[in-house]
Nanobody, 122 residues
Framework: QVQLVESGGGLVQAGGSLRLSCAAS????????MGWFRQAPGKEREFVAR?????YYADSVKGRFTISRDNAKNMVTLQMNSLNPDDTAVYYC??????????????????WGQGTQVTVSS
């Protein structure tokens, strides 16, 4: 497993942007699929985006969010633009060993960060 630490959450007005970062420990970061999930109050945790050698997004964020990775720095980021109140949630970084498959389910991942709060005001 890898250790994951998220940063970059905060409060932003609707229409604004935030950039989340996730720092990972370990020497084999490039072998992991990295994902972002989020959990809003009273709702289940849901998939947001993931990146292996390709990226894949939930329909709700497609065209607004961009996931990227820097294997040299063991870092994955989530650039979030055109935010709206529905994006308010705790955002979690996750890691799954291997680069194949869709990897859009929580059960696909075996390492999780502690989460970072994103609040979008209307």
């Amino acid at each position: 497993q890898v250790q994951l630490v998220e940063s970059g959450g905060g409060l932003v007005q609707a229409g604004g942007s935030l950039r989340l970062s996730c720092a990972a420990s370990g020497r084999t970061f490039s072998l992991y699929t990295m994902g972002w999930f989020r959990q809003a109050p009273g709702k289940e945790r849901e998939f947001v985006a993931r990146i292996s050698w390709t990226s894949y997004y939930a329909d709700s964020v497609k065209g607004r969010f961009t996931i990227s990775r820097d294997n040299a720095k063991n870092m994955v980021t989530l650039q979030m633009n055109s935010l709206n109140p529905d994006d308010t949630a705790v955002y979690y970084c996750a890691a799954a060993l291997g680069l194949g498959g869709l990897r859009s389910l929580q059960g696909d991942y075996d390492s999780w960060g502690q989460g970072t709060q994103v609040t979008v005001s209307s």
